[in-house]
């Protein structure tokens, strides 16, 4: 299973989502089979659009989960560790939804608003 990560800022565009989830497939070859984004941004109304687009799968990543894969991200911010108390938010959505045996595909992609991280789980 591949997974994109999302991190994103509230109302952040369709089309920048859109952008990133194409730059992350160009990098790696692989499209994705879900989107996994932290609950509290699962009903952003561009990440909806986006997805519809797409026709993915779009998957919430409770707090507990998002915290457990940290130690397997390997970028680190410090904007995002100040305001949700992890250093990584799509790296660690796309492991935690994943699997806990999955391994990042592409590291951290940033875009206006958003940012984007593929992981690939153990039974790609």
Known sequence: M??????LRSGCAADV???LL??????????????A?????YREAGLQAALARLGLTLRAVTPDEL??????????SAR???????????EGCALAAAGARSRLI?????????TCAMAQGENA
């Open 2 to 7: 591949i997974v994109a990560g999302l991190g």
């Open 17 to 19: 989502i859109l952008d």
């Open 22 to 35: 194409r730059e992350a497939h160009e990098r790696c070859g692989l499209r994705p089979d879900l989107v």
């Open 37 to 41: 984004v932290p609950a509290f941004r």
């Open 67 to 76: 915290a457990t894969a940290q130690p397997r991200c390997v970028t680190r």
């Open 80 to 90: 995002a560790q100040a305001a949700l108390g992890v250093a990584s938010v799509a």
């Open 106 to 114: 592409v590291p951290r992609l940033t875009g206006t608003h958003a």
